[in-house]
């Protein structure tokens, strides 16, 4: 019987140290946060985020970093994510390692979810403050009620300076206090938690002092119960009960003197966000068709652009799911897009001279980066519904920029 023990011990011990192990030597560092896992092509085809800008890459603690940007709700939003009727515009961090200051759609405080309309556009805003010293990954991402979460792209920012117990949330509330909501009632909250641990611990501990099972399971067999509850059991069991209700009145009393103005929890959906004015694009685009190759990096489409502004306009960037490609002949991106998610020269387009008012014109454009692997969209292949979606960008000679969405079906090729 030792034997087996020692047996059973000593390969206890060997799976536990295999295990640690194992463990400790893969250790992944997570890089992109949820989106890559996601079907490529709700990525494509829900929401659009673009002209996104960061304030600062580094920030102290209790310093503010601001993103900015707009989105697009895309027109042929998938069956399967339930309609943005009320949607919260989130970011994406490992807990509150910021924390939110203040968020706007289209220029309106949004503490709270929101209705957007498919097929608009709209300008967003949010402002976060250090937290806690680090490197995050920030998102600014979409909830939607009944859909999941929709990620937009994620920027490594760094927060160096300061430290996490220097960080202060003031507050300043309507009846004139300002407190710091970091700690705010920390140790009333404490104290009455623990205050009302320790009664229930008392009422047991009166009891425990004498023996508990045994000797009371067998009085009562023996039919004898109510000589384990004696006249002073019942004073003390009446004792604590009125002090009990005694204290939940006395001080609820008391908290009603103290915070004699208090509201109930803010909440509700908000409607009437204020989309951007969008003019019509002036260049037009019609999808021939779409491949991709299996494996592959890149995206193939032949587009027929007719041009009906009144300047000459070249192609400089297509976005999808994130990511851009852009032709570094036309446009470069100034805004410190994240890395992974920026091919600077990724878009190449068969012609792309200046495309004259009036003219039209058929091309082959090529959307190549590595980042079409490293963010899955190559796995559009197991995606129940291989349609893709994504933005245009023209620029004309001046610099001044017109948006098309292009939406077709996009078909694998394999040799
Ligand atoms: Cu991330």
Redesign the pocket.
Known sequence: MKVLKDRAALWSFVGLLLAFAATSFYAPSAS??GEKSQAAFMRMRTIHWFDLHWSKEKVAVNENVEISGKFHVFEGWPESVREPNVAFLNI?IPGPVFIRKESYIGGQLVPRSVRLEIGKTYEFRVVLKARRPGDW?V?TMMNVEGGGPIIGP?KWITIEGGRFADFKNPVTSLTGQTFDLETYQESNIAFWHVFWAVFGVAWILYWVRRPVFLPRYLLAEAGRADELVSATDRKVGIGFAAATILIVVASMGAANTKYPITIPLQAGTMRGMIPIEEKKSTVAVKVEDATYRVPGRAMRMKLTITNNGNSPVRLGEFYTASVRFLDSSVFKDTSGYPEDLLAEDGLSVSDNSPLAPGETRTVEVTASDAAWEVYRLSDIIYDPDSRFAGLLFFFDASGTRIISQVDAPLIPSFI
Do not use: P
């Open positions: 992109a946060h994406g990954h998102h994620g």
